[in-house]
Nanobody, 124 residues
Framework: QVQLVESGGGLVQAGGSLRLSCAAS????????MGWFRQAPGTEREFVAA????????NYKRSVKGRFTISTAETLNTMYLQMSSLKPEDTAVYYC?????????????????WGQGTQVTVSS
C-alpha cells in the first residue's frame, strides 16, 4: 500500500501564494505518476496538475497553467504544488494522488492512491 499525506493548505488573500506538499510512504515504487486534484463544495473532484516520475512530463488544468507549478523532490517521495496569483475560485480541498499508469493523467479513474486532502481558502 501507499500512504499519501498532504500539508501546506491554509487561508490566503487573493493574489497570494501557497505551497502544498504531499509526502508518500509505504510501497513508494508501486506508482509511476502523481497528481493534484481539488474539490470545492457542491462540485465534483477536478484535475489540477500531474507529473510523470519517469520523464518528469507535466500536465495542468488550463485555468491554473502559468500560476501553479508541480514538482517533486529528488527522492520522488515528496510532491509539491506551488500556487501563485491565487484566486477565490481556487478555494477547495486539494488532494494528492498517485497512479500506476505512469503518465501525467488528468483522469480521476487512473489514480489508485489518494490522500485525505488539505483545505485551501482564498479570500477576495
Amino acid at each position: 500500500q501507499v500512504q499519501l499525506v498532504e500539508s501546506g493548505g491554509g487561508l490566503v488573500q487573493a493574489g497570494g501564494s501557497l505551497r502544498l506538499s504531499c509526502a508518500a510512504s509505504g510501497r513508494t515504487r508501486d506508482y509511476w505518476a502523481m497528481g493534484w486534484f481539488r474539490q470545492a463544495p457542491g462540485t465534483e473532484r477536478e484535475f489540477v496538475a500531474a507529473i510523470s516520475l519517469s520523464d518528469m512530463a507535466t500536465n495542468y488544468k488550463r485555468s491554473v497553467k502559468g500560476r501553479f507549478t508541480i514538482s517533486t523532490a529528488e527522492t520522488l517521495n515528496t510532491m509539491y504544488l506551488q500556487m501563485s496569483s491565487l484566486k477565490p475560485e481556487d478555494t477547495a480541498v486539494y488532494y494528492c494522488a498517485a497512479n500506476r499508469v505512469g503518465i501525467a493523467s488528468p483522469n480521476y479513474s487512473d489514480y489508485s492512491y489518494w490522500g485525505q486532502g488539505t483545505q485551501v481558502t482564498v479570500s477576495s
